[in-house]
Nanobody, 126 residues
């Protein structure tokens, strides 16, 4: 599976942005998908997860209620709608696919994910 994340950019605090992640391959629906983010000098951290069929979603406490993860298996795509953005949301955002976690069980650990996109930068100005 090859992943390509895009949609990042510069936005003012309180604004919205939608990230997209395009995936190759015919078995996209068998992968659980996650979004992670990373800032310089910090470890890559979990943001959100969605199960293979889209029935299960989970969020980091820091984004719960502001971000929404979704997927369109017909288009081999996963999305992250980010609302009420804060300066602390500034980071490089990565999408990732997990073979092991694709149902209602999920993992926030980067080692659970087998494939990664290249990252897209989101900058939130105050």
């Amino acid at each position: 599976v090859q992943l390509q994340a895009y949609g990042g950019g510069l936005v003012q605090a309180g604004g919205s942005l939608r990230l997209s992640c395009a995936a190759s391959g015919r078995t996209f629906s068998t992968y659980g998908m996650g979004w992670f983010r990373q800032t310089p000098g910090k470890e890559r951290g979990f943001v959100a997860y969605i199960s293979g069929n889209g029935a299960g979603t989970y969020y980091a406490n820091s984004v719960e209620g502001r971000f929404v993860i979704s997927r369109d298996n017909a288009k081999n795509a996963v999305y992250l709608q980010m609302n009420s953005l804060k300066p602390e949301d500034t980071a490089v955002y990565y999408c990732a696919a997990s073979r092991s976690y694709h149902g209602l069980s999920y993992s926030t650990g980067i080692r659970a994910y087998d494939y990664w996109g290249q990252g897209t930068l989101v900058t939130v100005s105050s």
